[in-house]
Nanobody
Framework: QVQLVESGGGLVQAGGSLRLSCVGS????????MGWFRQAPGKERKFVAA????????YYSDSVKGRFTISRDNVANTLYLQMNSLKPEDTAVYYC?????????????????WGQGTQVTVSS
């Protein structure tokens, strides 16, 4: 089991940047595929980015490709999301998640553990 705690959210103007962090507890962080998801008010939770256990596989949603970068530090048990060129439509609660499955996916139901979320608000 792993517990996840996100941080780094906040209010930023359009065109600005934020870096989200997600720290995982336990000694098995590197055994999980990791992902970032986001949920805007009244909408379903959507995939943002995912990174494989050893960082080999990386996926991005089309809406963030070229602007966001996912990375992980397995020594520090931390997942990151660098967000550049932010847009008002990026406003949402951002969640990190961990999956035990072997194959990295972009489907929220495939992820086993979730953080509490961090709010990102982008003003126009």
């Amino acid at each position: 089991q792993v517990q996840l705690v996100e941080s780094g959210g906040g209010l930023v103007q359009a065109g600005g940047s934020l870096r989200l962090s997600c720290v995982g507890s336990g000694r098995t962080f590197s055994s999980y595929g990791m992902g970032w998801f986001r949920q805007a008010p009244g909408k379903e939770r959507k995939f943002v980015a995912a990174r494989g256990r050893l960082g080999g596989s990386t996926y991005y949603s089309d809406s963030v490709k070229g602007r966001f970068t996912i990375s992980r530090d397995n020594v520090a048990n931390t997942l990151y999301l660098q967000m550049n060129s932010l847009k008002p439509e990026d406003t949402a609660v951002y969640y990190c998640a961990a999956m035990r499955g072997v194959v990295l996916t972009t489907t929220p139901a495939d992820y086993d553990y979730w953080g509490q979320g961090t709010q990102v608000t982008v003003s126009s």
